[in-house]
T-cell receptor, first 113, second 114 residues
Framework: DQQVKQNSPSLSVQEGRISILNCDYT??????FLWYKKYPAEGPTFLIS?????DKNEDGRFTVFLNKSAKHLSLHIVPSQPGDSAVYFC????????????FGTGTRLTIIP | ETGVTQSPTHLIKTRGQQVTLRCSSQ?????VSWYQQALGQGPQFIFQ???????GRGNFPPRFSGLQFPNYSSELNVNALELDDSALYLC?????????????FGEGSRLTVL
């Protein structure tokens, strides 16, 4: 049972445009959500997070939106840059501070110069 | 650079063998987690250690075991290897505070079971 779903395995976006990556979850106990970025031959690196008491969190070019009623979150990257090309994982945690993260299957983002 | 190092980076074993994977965390990170990432999948939580004791476990059988040492290093041991154990094994250490937290992942150990 996939509790965190990323339904788009891949996404291509022109450089300078907005990239929108989507994530859906089924477990209503999740209260903390994170996005990780992974380059080949490297471990995932933390990008941005949001707790369930918020509906938006922004950090530079990256913004995460959370819609609890729809159990949906999205990551917006604007403007997209070639260095953003990577696999992006959505992850969720129940009980804030619990390190057991449930990951989605990832979306491969390709930025076209 | 996350400050988390793993060894070996690649290894090949045969079915039935045992393997030990190692991880060195950042100083002060007293919690370490291990994840398994199969091809085309997201990382799956194996277990977590806090102050040298197991503190949470995912849906993995007992032949997956671990150790954490006082010097911020840890091990993942897998006995009686099966073909499906072929995956990237990720170690992560963590800092949490009331504002949030993040896991710092190592580069992983890629295990191939033949």
């Amino acid at each position: 049972d996939q509790q965190v779903k990323q339904n788009s395995p891949s996404l291509s976006v022109q450089e300078g445009r907005i990239s929108i990556l989507n994530c859906d979850y089924t477990n209503s106990m999740f209260d903390y959500f994170l996005w990780y970025k992974k380059y080949p031959a490297e471990g995932p690196t933390f990008l941005i997070s949001i707790s369930s008491i918020k509906d938006k969190n922004e950090d530079g070019r990256f913004t995460v939106f959370l819609n609890k009623s729809a159990k949906h979150l999205s990551l917006h990257i604007v403007p997209s840059q070639p260095g953003d090309s990577a696999v992006y994982f959505c992850a969720a945690s129940a009980n804030f501070g619990n390190e057991k993260l449930t990951f989605g299957t990832g979306t491969r983002l390709t930025i076209i110069p | 650079e996350t400050g988390v190092t793993q060894s070996p980076t690649h290894l090949i074993k045969t079915r039935g063998q045992q393997v030990t994977l190692r991880c060195s965390s950042q100083s002060g990170h007293n919690t370490v987690s291990w994840y398994q990432q199969a091809l085309g999948q997201g990382p799956q939580f194996i277990f977590q250690y806090y102050r040298e004791e197991e503190n949470g476990r995912g849906n993995f059988p007992p032949r997956f075991s671990g150790l954490q040492f006082p010097n911020y290093s840890s091990e993942l041991n897998v006995n009686a290897l099966e073909l499906d154990d072929s995956a990237l094994y990720l170690c992560a250490s963590c800092v949490w505070d009331r504002r949030g937290g993040e896991l710092f992942f190592g580069e992983g150990s890629r295990l191939t079971v033949l």
